[in-house]
């Protein structure tokens, strides 16, 4: 039982070949900090870092990358929607920051990566952790609301997908024009490597009484956060087995430094779910996994796919930090062709 419950406080976070190095209007965002910067993560070229204040008074971290392709100002539908991009525990927004944010702008999309409070260089709130799925997902749509122009695609990470979900479920269940005005509209939502609807307990179970010493190395990688002393043990938590090790090195770095408080209380997390289920088809939805996952099973990317009446895409030789590991590109081009049938 004590194992039960470290693992279930758990269960946040993504594989394969070759990996690469790597605005909008601007009311109330703050464009520069005196401060040394918390996570040293350097910014690739044409990408820019933002803070967004948020109601609370608190500012949140976003960078942010435009799409470099000419768009045809004839062309009413050559108008690509902005991607929202939302990471998971130990992460921020670095981690779309190394490939898909390049990957993504050079195909006319423009581009924000999100880091939730507490995490990267965001401003951290007070108490113990972070925020719940009610704050968080009411930080992303003040966001959209007051920087985003068009209705994004919101792109989101294990944890970051659930989020997301919450996100739709207050889109579509709300008919009061204040609460669809403060959740606004999308274009669509991605969920990659999604924790599912019901949260983790249902993997958590399946991995006691099916893989019980990969229940103990998760517990340990995540709740007792070996993962960030480990070498191996975070190559498997997150990457793909090619991995390089001094790109494990450094991710592992950029994470520990990311993440200054968890993401959620977990127990009063899973005590409010599942999320508010929707309509079937009420929103264009990818359901993304990755086939060498060592967090989120099929079972779980089937749960999800079920849960929204779609059939889940599960990506080969990817890992659960689908965006950097060595295969990163796959699901990138995934999406990539998900995006391109919407716009049509």
């Given at each position: 039982m004590a194992t039960l419950l470290l693992f279930s406080h758990?269960?946040?976070?993504?594989?394969?070949?070759?990996?690469?190095?790597?605005?909008?209007?601007?009311?109330?965002?703050?464009?520069?900090?005196?401060?040394?910067?918390?996570?040293?993560y350097e910014l690739k070229q044409g990408q820019t870092r933002l803070f967004h204040k948020l109601p609370s008074g608190l500012n949140m971290e976003v960078i942010v990358q435009k799409g470099v392709v000419e768009k045809d100002p004839y062309d009413r539908n050559s108008e690509n929607p902005p991607l929202v991009f939302v990471h998971g525990s130990y992460h921020a927004a670095w981690c779309w920051a190394e490939h898909w944010l390049p990957f993504f702008s050079a195909f006319g999309f423009d581009c924000y990566a999100l880091s939730l409070l507490g995490q990267g260089e965001s401003d951290a709130p007070s108490g113990s952790v972070a925020g719940t799925l009610q704050t968080h997902a009411s930080d992303v749509a003040d966001f959209i609301?007051?920087?985003?122009?068009?209705?994004?695609?919101?792109?989101?990470?294990?944890?970051?997908?659930?989020?997301?979900?919450?996100?739709?479920?207050?889109?579509?269940n709300n008919q009061a024009i204040e609460m669809?005005?403060?959740?606004?509209?999308?274009?669509?939502?991605?969920?990659?490597?999604?924790?599912?609807?019901?949260?983790?307990?249902?993997?958590?179970?399946?991995?006691?009484?099916?893989?019980?010493?990969?229940?103990?190395?998760?517990?340990r990688s995540l709740a007792a956060k070996a993962f960030q002393t480990?070498?191996?043990?975070?190559?498997?938590?997150?990457?793909?087995?090619?991995?390089?090790d001094q790109l494990v090195l450094r991710y592992q770095a950029l994470m520990r430094e990311s993440s200054r408080m968890p993401l959620f209380d977990l127990r009063k997390l899973n005590a409010s779910l599942p999320v508010p289920s929707i309509p079937k088809g009420s929103v264009e939805l990818l359901v993304l996994g990755a086939n060498d996952d060592f967090i989120v099973d099929a079972e779980g990317l089937r749960e999800t796919g079920q849960f929204y009446g779609v059939s889940p895409v599960n990506v080969e030789?990817?890992?659960?930090?689908?965006?950097?590991d060595c295969s990163w590109e796959k699901g990138a081009k995934v999406i990539l062709s998900w995006l391109t049938a919407l716009n049509k």
């Open positions: 758990t269960i946040s976070l993504s594989q394969p070949n070759l990996c690469f190095p790597g605005r909008t209007k601007k009311p109330r965002a703050v464009l520069s900090r005196t401060q040394k910067m918390l996570v040293p609301q007051k920087k985003v122009s068009l209705p994004p695609v919101l792109l989101g990470h294990s944890f970051g997908g659930l989020i997301i979900q919450y996100y739709i479920a207050n889109v579509k669809e005005s403060f959740y606004p509209k999308l274009t669509g939502a991605a969920l990659v490597c999604s924790v599912p609807p019901s949260g983790n307990s249902g993997l958590v179970w399946r991995y006691l009484f099916t893989k019980p010493i990969a229940a103990f190395k998760v517990t480990s070498l191996p043990l975070c190559k498997e938590t997150f990457f793909s087995s090619t991995m390089e030789q990817v890992a659960h930090d689908m965006m950097l």
